[in-house]
């Protein structure tokens, strides 16, 4: 009776050494969907309550660092024709402040950045976190009812407009720029396919 129990268990035992004993570029392939798979599933789950993809974003009273009052489409029609990548951060975020440096990096010469702060005490807090992170534009400041228009729960929060406002992508969470400039550059593949 253990003969016919063993062969079943040592066969159970040798897949991981089955697995390991395969080459690497077998292995690294595998490896990686299931790695994109999950970071994909995680980004949806964490922007399952953000504002619908296709829907038009609203327009906001908004804040500059000067104090002056402006709105998102004030200041979508100062920026070229061309989307915008709307991102809303908080200045005690820690996440923001390892993923807004790669921000110019990332929008270019095809995509605009506006970035906007919420849950923000002063606006000295803002002006000191992102002055050495060599933004193109100032942040905005939005408020609680900003956050609220937005459907924001968490930081750092984007979204990736057209030059009408409507919705292209959307996000939660860290993204790395590598990351973020792929899902870019996907929307704009996308949009020159439907053209």
Not at 148 to 164: C, E, M, R, T, V
Request: with cysteine; aromatic share 8%; net charge positive.
């Amino acid at each position: 009776m253990s003969n016919n129990a063993s062969p079943k268990r040592s066969r159970l035992r040798s897949l991981p050494s089955y697995w390991q004993a395969q080459s690497r570029w077998l292995r690294w392939p595998v490896e990686l969907l299931l790695l994109v798979l999950l970071i994909t599933l995680a980004s949806q789950w964490l922007s399952r309550h953000m504002l619908a993809k296709q829907s038009q974003i609203p327009d906001l009273s908004l804040t500059t660092l000067d104090g002056q009052t402006t709105s998102l489409y004030q200041q979508l029609a100062e920026l070229p024709q061309q989307p915008t990548l709307v991102y809303l951060f908080a200045p005690w975020c820690s996440i923001c402040k390892v993923s807004m440096p790669g921000l110019p990096l990332v929008t270019g010469t095809h995509t605009n950045l506006l970035t906007i702060g919420l849950s923000w005490q002063s606006r000295q807090e803002v002006a000191e976190m992102v002055q050495p992170m060599n933004l193109p534009d100032k942040p905005l400041l939005g408020d609680v009812n900003t956050a609220a228009k937005l459907a924001i729960s968490g930081f750092p929060s984007y979204y990736l407009i057209d030059p009408q406002g409507r919705i292209l992508t959307l996000d939660r969470g860290l993204t790395t720029p590598v990351g973020l400039w792929l899902k870019l550059r996907w929307q704009q593949l996308k949009s020159w396919w439907h053209k």
